[in-house]
DNA sequence: AATTAAACTGAATTTAATTCTATAAAATTA
DNA sequence: TAATTTTATAGAATTAAATTCAGTTTAATT
């Protein structure tokens, strides 16, 4: 069975909704709604870790309590080749870049930039996606206010 | 001094580059790299999210482990009167809409989108998108492969 | 049906979270 | 400036949770 075709029961879900919710939930808590035994709980929650469903535990800060108030999309064309993604990796080495897809149909990427102000923007287009080789043109779209942005995925209620 | 006009020191900063990457880190061991004490940090993690700093602690779920393999961009029209979200707030409620974006421009949303495959795709665009009133049209972006995908801000490193 | 593997419970132990008191430092006010 | 108040911290004591582990149950496999 490869790394993952993991098969996850009602439990593993229920832990899941829970730990997506809140990553700081106690397992004392988990096994008292689902339950449980603390120890079993925390079993399942490290082989969740280990299977790599879990991937890790985030805080969410608030950008504007870090003066991070402009959020964008660019759609980024290059010359990659078909297949290869050296601008792709590129990108992902910016910090204020926060995520890198590649994107069907136009030989190029989307990425999604957070940076202070426009000043901060026109300041990282110029000097810093301005210097990748390859990159043949950009089209940005700027986020006037954001009323979702989760990463929660949808879990099942049932076991597959 | 109104909610978010919080002023943030080095160790505050700190403390939000650790958590940022493990939101499980535990006080003791932040304390331990910043030479401070357990109870001080603990207070200091309280104060973060009382002042809506760290807005909340997620778990990163593998989206391939639940069968979450399309990811998409989806441009929206709508007739909304500028200003007004009627629109904005129906997306939000879908659960595989993952973030909902009033953007500048096009009298319309960006919105980013997880189902299980195209099918799951057509079958939201149908289904739901479709009764929404108010949106004009669609634009869809498929995304072939992340490169990158987080919300980690860039943290200072010096008080501003 | 017997054997093996996996998951679980519950008690014991280790570790961390939390509370609280006493200081120290900083900010505010007189 | 000096006195006062507020805020942040350390460190000890306490409470609570994480972790370990032995024994049991359950499920899967042979």
Chains 1, 2 share one sequence.
Do not use: C, W
């Not at 993991?6 to 004392?28: E, F, P």
């Not at 790599?52 to 660019?74: G, H």
């Not at 043949?136 to 942005?149: A, F, N, Q």
Request: aromatic fraction near 4%; charged fraction near 25%.
């Amino acid at each position: 069975m490869g790394k993952l075709e993991v098969s996850l029961d009602h439990i593993d879900y229920q832990i899941l909704r829970i730990m997506q919710n809140n990553a700081r939930t106690n397992n004392a808590d988990i096994a008292r709604e689902l339950g449980m035994a603390p120890s079993a709980i925390l079993e399942r929650v490290k082989k969740l870790e280990q299977k790599e469903v879990i991937l890790q535990y985030n805080a969410k800060i608030n950008p504007v309590a870090l003066d991070q108030n402009l959020l964008s999309f660019i759609f980024i064309k290059t010359s990659d080749i078909i297949g290869e993604q050296g601008v792709a990796y590129l990108l992902a080495e910016i910090p204020e870049v926060q995520e890198v897809h590649d994107i069907a149909g136009d030989d190029g990427y989307l990425i999604k930039v957070r940076t202070n102000d426009a000043a901060g923007l026109v300041d990282l287009m110029r000097n810093t996606l301005g210097k990748i080789e390859g990159i043949i043109s950009t089209r940005t779209t700027i986020v006037l206010e954001t009323v979702k942005e989760e990463q929660k995925l949808v879990i099942p209620t049932q076991t597959a």
